[in-house]
C-alpha cells in the first residue's frame, strides 16, 4: 500500500479465529463494547435468502450465537451502525422480496429489536441496498448511494 508521497504503510494479514457460524456474505459487523456483533447477511453469495440472525464475537470468550428476545428483521445488502457502544442502527438492505429502507434498531444489552418509523415530514428513499451509513454523530446518521442509483 502506498501512500500519496511515495510512502509505504505497513499492514500484515493475521486470522485470528474462525467459525461456522461467521460464514456469510452481505452482513453487517458491528464493535460494541470491544466485541464484533455480526448481523444478517446470506449463508452464500448465490443465496436470495437474508438472515437474520446476531452472532458475537469476544476475543476472550469466542464466539456465541444470541437468542434474541424477538425476531429481528432478515437483512442482507444493509449497512449497520453503532450508537451509544449500545445499539446498532440497521438500515435498509434486501429483505428476501425487494429492497427495502427500513430502519431497526438491536439493543445489544437486551438484545431486543425495535422498528423505527419515519416522522410524518419525512419523505424516505425507495429500497436501499449495497449503500453507506456512516454516522456523524450519536443522533445523525448519513446515507450515500444504493444499487441502482439514487
Same mark, same amino acid.
Given at each position: 500500500?502506498?501512500?500519496?508521497? +511515495? %510512502?509505504?504503510?505497513? =499492514?500484515? =494479514?493475521?486470522? @485470528?479465529?474462525?467459525? #461456522?457460524?461467521? *460464514?456469510?456474505?452481505?452482513?453487517?459487523?458491528? @464493535?460494541?463494547?470491544?466485541?464484533?456483533? !455480526?448481523?444478517?447477511? *446470506?449463508? &452464500?453469495?448465490?443465496?436470495?435468502?437474508?438472515?437474520?440472525?446476531?452472532?458475537?464475537?469476544?476475543?476472550?470468550?469466542? =464466539?456465541?450465537?444470541?437468542?434474541?428476545?424477538?425476531?429481528? #428483521?432478515?437483512?442482507?445488502?444493509?449497512?449497520?451502525? %453503532? !450508537?451509544?457502544?449500545?445499539? !446498532?442502527?440497521?438500515?435498509?438492505? =434486501?429483505?428476501?422480496?425487494?429492497? %427495502?429502507? *427500513?430502519?431497526? @434498531?438491536?439493543? %445489544?444489552?437486551?438484545?431486543?429489536?425495535?422498528?423505527?418509523?419515519? +416522522?410524518? *415530514?419525512?419523505? #424516505?428513499?425507495?429500497?436501499?441496498?449495497?449503500?453507506?451509513?456512516?454516522?456523524?454523530?450519536?443522533?445523525?446518521? !448519513?446515507?450515500? &448511494?444504493?444499487?441502482?442509483?439514487?
Amino acid at each position: 500500500m502506498s501512500g500519496d508521497r +511515495g %510512502t509505504s504503510l505497513p =499492514w500484515s =494479514w493475521q486470522q @485470528v479465529s474462525s467459525c #461456522p457460524l461467521a *460464514a456469510r456474505v452481505y452482513h453487517s459487523c458491528n @464493535v460494541v463494547g470491544g466485541k464484533l456483533v !455480526i448481523f444478517g447477511g *446470506a449463508s &452464500g453469495a448465490q443465496s436470495k435468502e437474508p438472515l437474520n440472525d446476531v452472532v458475537v464475537f469476544d476475543p476472550v470468550g469466542g =464466539w456465541d450465537k444470541v437468542r434474541c428476545k424477538n425476531e429481528g #428483521p432478515a437483512r442482507s445488502h444493509h449497512a449497520a451502525v %453503532t !450508537i451509544l457502544d449500545r445499539y !446498532i442502527c440497521v438500515v435498509g438492505g =434486501w429483505d428476501g422480496r425487494q429492497r %427495502t429502507s *427500513a430502519v431497526s @434498531v438491536l439493543d %445489544t444489552e437486551s438484545f431486543s429489536w425495535t422498528d423505527l418509523h419515519p +416522522g410524518p *415530514a419525512n419523505d #424516505p428513499p425507495v429500497g436501499l441496498s449495497s449503500h453507506a451509513c456512516t454516522k456523524l454523530s450519536e443522533t445523525e446518521m !448519513i446515507v450515500v &448511494g444504493r444499487e441502482g442509483g439514487v
